[in-house]
């Protein structure tokens, strides 16, 4: 069973620019969950998609935003992009019932300069 | 808010000891919680998870031990090898969180030949 996938796996962009990573969850799964992970806060939940839906959101500005396709593979959009955002960015996905253990992929490593 | 924290940020261990990682979490309404080592270059990888109505539960070599009065967690690797060198994460959901996941902060695992 293949695992989950992120593509790009390495991405640089400049301040202002907006930039869409994606997800490809493990066959099956329905939930879609991403996080930022930097060294000065951690790992930090953005949110997560179950079939189609937003279902959990943490608190990160509007300019962070995703979405979930019919396939559960599942997208997230940073726009104006801020020197701030450099991190790895993770996606998980599970079946989507409360405490499933959730598969995490390799990440995008984005650098915004 | 909820806040999961880690007491040590680095720990080191001799090859073939016991090594134990510490975890404090503030959510009394956390009903489950879970163990992740990350390696270098790759994604969070579940280990161990344990649900608020049990105080302990082995796996092989690991063992996750939940103290709900002191709002405690800790993690036990039994003869730790140098494949444990890793970052440790605790996590914990609660009710209704679904797949939204508070990480702490993590712990550096170095595993000394």
């Known amino acids: 069973k293949a695992g989950v996938t992120q593509t790009p796996r390495y991405l640089i962009k400049t301040r202002g620019q907006q930039v869409t990573l994606s997800c490809s969850p493990i066959s099956g799964h329905r939930s879609v969950s991403w996080y930022q992970q930097t060294p000065g806060q951690g790992l930090q939940f953005l949110f997560e998609?179950?079939?189609?839906?937003?279902?959990n959101k943490g608190n990160f500005p509007g300019r962070f935003s995703g979405r979930q396709f019919s396939n559960s593979r599942s997208e997230m959009n940073v726009s104006t992009l801020e020197l701030g955002d450099s991190a790895l960015y993770l996606c998980?996905?599970?079946?989507?019932?409360?405490?499933?253990?959730?598969?995490f992929g390799p990440g995008t490593r984005l650098t915004v300069t | 808010g909820e806040s999961v924290g880690l007491h040590l940020p680095t720990l080191s261990v001799q090859e073939g000891d016991n090594s134990i990682i510490n975890c404090a979490y503030s959510?009394?309404?956390?009903?489950?919680f879970i163990w992740y080592k990350q390696e270098s270059g790759k994604g969070p990888q579940f280990i161990i998870d344990i649900r608020s109505n049990m105080d302990k539960r082995q796996g092989q070599r690991v063992t996750v031990l939940l103290n709900k009065t002191v709002k405690h967690l800790s993690l036990q690797i039994a003869a730790t090898q140098p494949g444990d060198s890793a970052v440790y994460f605790c996590?914990?959901?609660?009710?209704?969180?679904?797949?939204?996941?508070?990480f702490g902060t993590g712990t550096k695992l170095q595993v000394i030949p």
């Open positions: 996590a914990e959901s609660h009710p209704g969180g679904y797949q939204k996941v508070t």
């Open positions: 998609y179950f079939s189609e839906t937003q279902r």
């Open positions: 959510n009394s309404a956390s009903d489950y």
């Open positions: 998980a996905s599970s079946g989507g019932l409360a405490g499933e253990e959730q598969y």
